[in-house]
Structures are given as C-alpha cells and as structure tokens.
C-alpha cells in the first residue's frame, strides 16, 4: 500500500481530530454526573472543603479529603477520567462527622470537583486542579 504525501496528512490531521473528541465527551460526562446528582439544583461554594494535592507525582494514588458539616451526602468528580464519578459518601444522623478521605485514581491532569449535599436540600461544591505526572488509568 502506498501512501501520498496529502494521504499522510490527512490521516495525521482525522488522527489528531479524533483524539480530542472524548475529552469534549469526557468533560460533558462530569457535568451530566453532577447534574445527576444534584437534580439539575443550584449548586454553591460556600461549606464544602475538598483537599487534593496541586501535583500528584503517580495518578493510582491521590489522595483526596472532603470535609462539609451538616451535609447527608458528599459526591466525588474527576472530570477528565473515563468514568467521572469516582466516590459517594452517605452520612446518617448518628455521624460524628461529615468527612472522608480516600485515594482516588486519576488518568490525567484534570480537575477533581467534590458536590455536597446539605441537610436542608440545597448543594454546595468545591474543586481543586491536580497536576498528574504518571497518569492511573492506562495511561
């Protein structure tokens, strides 16, 4: 098989095309995530602390910690991993606190964004940009 010197163009340009289409659909996937899990409600930023670290130098374990007194439910996001909803915390009335920490993995550079849900209905999200070195899922 021959290839022209425009055939190789064209496959290097449609290559280079298609690689951006996922993470267009990737970021969408965060926001339908989100707005699964707060019902399409207004979110705030007040009340909600996400800690995560501002470079992880190997994207299988970053760790990350959320802290949201008075919350039932905190949602974990990492927008730019093929499946974005990566936690969920459920608090009962008999928790002494509203607070969780875990290891989460991460592909790439990418925001994680941490949603919570109020005991009076309402939402509150924080997120935090965590530079990955060494990427966790595949990459």
């Known amino acids: 098989m021959k290839f022209s010197r425009r055939g190789a163009l064209g496959l290097a340009l449609g290559g280079v095309a298609a690689s951006m289409l996922p993470m267009r659909a990737m970021a969408a996937g965060a926001?339908?995530?989100?707005?699964a899990f707060t019902?399409?409600?207004?979110?705030g930023t007040e009340g909600l602390t996400l800690t995560a670290?501002?470079?992880?130098?190997?994207?299988?374990?970053?760790?990350?910690?959320?802290n949201a007194p008075g919350a039932v439910a905190i949602a974990i996001f990492a927008a730019g991993n093929p499946t974005p909803g990566v936690a969920t915390f459920t608090f009962g009335p008999a928790a002494g606190s509203q607070?969780?920490?875990t290891r989460i993995?991460?592909?790439?550079?990418?925001?994680?964004?941490?949603?919570?849900?109020?005991?009076?209905?309402?939402?509150?999200?924080a997120s935090a940009n965590v530079?990955?070195?060494i990427g966790g899922c595949g990459g």
């Open 31 to 35: 926001e339908e995530a989100i707005a």
């Open 39 to 43: 019902g399409g409600a207004a979110v």
């Open 53 to 66: 670290p501002e470079i992880a130098e190997n994207g299988n374990t970053v760790p990350v910690a959320v």
């Open 99 to 101: 607070s969780a920490s």
């Open 105 to 125: 993995r991460l592909s790439q550079t990418q925001d994680v964004v941490a949603v919570a849900k109020m005991a009076d209905g309402s939402f509150v999200q």
């Open 131 to 133: 530079k990955v070195t």
